[in-house]
């Protein structure tokens, strides 16, 4: 019916024998339409009867209309090659619109995948440069680790220590100059004063300062670990052992009250 009316809108631009010969096909057309919906009317299928044998009804029906279909050969639309040319060009105008339908579908999804394809190369390049910088970084690292010598290590460790013994004596030179500073070594008065303020104690001259007694106390550390303990002799001013003890920098001997040790800051 699509290639009939198609047909008819194409009859203006047809010869007149074109025209009558496409009408006449148009009445013959309706003429079939028009039996074959009394066909239909004449097999409606009595309401009285089973739904399931209605079904079973329709179904044949069906195939055996499918079947005399498949056997019918296609016929042309009219003999007339106007009527076919002017037909032909109403198919291909449509199935040209169709296409570019379907082109410009394809287009949109070639532009969308073209985007998703410099998407992935960026990414991709990103890889290959973090690829290229940890290769080159391995690389690096193994060719240290083959020019690295016992020698070398050596002498790292030498330079290491050199540094830790130059630190060290910084810092028991500081230390030194603030207990100088600030707890210096008792010094005898004269004699004038000494009468004047009835003091009969006399310091000793042997008394070593603050500071070497911390010295005396850390070199026990880690010269003996397993007997960190100092005796204290006439050399250690008592009021300096006294202030160690007081503020927790030395400990006494558990049994011994003339022993001392450094406190474990650790």
Not at 54 to 70: G, P, V, Y
Not at 167 to 176: A, I
């Amino acid at each position: 019916m699509a290639e009939v009316k198609s047909g008819e809108r194409a009859a203006a631009v047809l010869s007149e024998a074109a025209q009558c010969e496409l009408l006449d096909l148009c009445e013959d057309q309706f003429a079939q339409l028009e039996k074959l919906q009394n066909e239909v009317i004449l097999c409606e299928p009595d309401f009285g009867e089973n739904p399931q044998e209605q079904s079973i009804n329709r179904l044949i029906a069906t195939e055996a209309e499918l079947k005399q279909w498949l056997a019918v050969e296609p016929k042309l639309l009219a003999a007339n090659s106007e009527v076919l040319l002017q037909a032909g060009k109403e198919e291909m105008l449509k199935l040209c619109s169709e296409l570019e339908m379907v082109a410009s579908c394809y287009e949109a999804k070639r532009d969308k995948l073209r985007e998703t394809k410099e998407l992935e190369q960026k990414w991709l390049e990103q890889k290959n440069q973090v690829l290229i910088a940890a290769s080159d970084h391995a690389e690096r690292l193994r060719m240290e680790k083959e020019t690295l010598s016992e020698l070398s290590v050596l002498q790292d460790t030498k330079a290491k220590i050199q540094k830790m013994k130059v630190y060290q004596e910084r810092l028991m030179e500081s230390l030194g100059d603030v207990l100088e500073k600030h707890v210096p070594l008792p010094q005898n008065e004269p004699s004038a004063n000494r009468k004047k303020k009835n003091i009969e104690l006399e310091i000793s001259e042997d008394l070593i300062s603050l500071n070497e007694i911390l010295e005396v106390l850390m070199n026990k550390v880690l010269n003996t670990p397993h007997d960190p303990y100092v005796t204290i002799d006439n050399t250690f001013w008592p009021p300096y052992v006294e202030m160690l003890l007081r503020y927790g920098i030395a400990v006494r001997h558990q049994e011994n009250n003339f022993k001392i040790r450094l406190e474990t800051f650790f």
